[in-house]
């Protein structure tokens, strides 16, 4: 029952061409898929702003640089992640 109400969204939606859902069932996401994504998303990225924190921290940084670098490191790591997503989603 909740699947069809899900299903019923979809069509009415006005976006539904653009995110490819438009005349499909409602997909099984597995968890494993789910807990990768999440992993990815945020877990990771927190651990390396916290990671550049402890460092700029330790070398008595000011607040403004620390936060620039903070910020400034989430540009490699998603271009990277951008870059092996394919593998990333078939592992």
């Known amino acids: 029952m909740e699947n ?45 702003m916290l990671m550049v924190l402890a460092i700029c921290m330790a070398l008595h940084c000011s607040e403004g640089p620390t936060a620039l670098l903070m910020l400034g490191s989430l540009v490699p790591y998603y271009i990277l992640l951008r870059i092996h997503q394919n593998k990333i989603i078939k592992t």
């Open 4 to 48: 069809n109400s899900n299903t019923q969204g979809c069509t009415a939606c006005k976006l539904s061409a653009f995110c490819g859902t438009a005349g499909k069932e409602g997909k099984e996401v597995s968890e494993a898929l789910v807990r990768r994504a999440l992993l990815f998303a945020f877990a990771l990225p927190l651990a390396l």
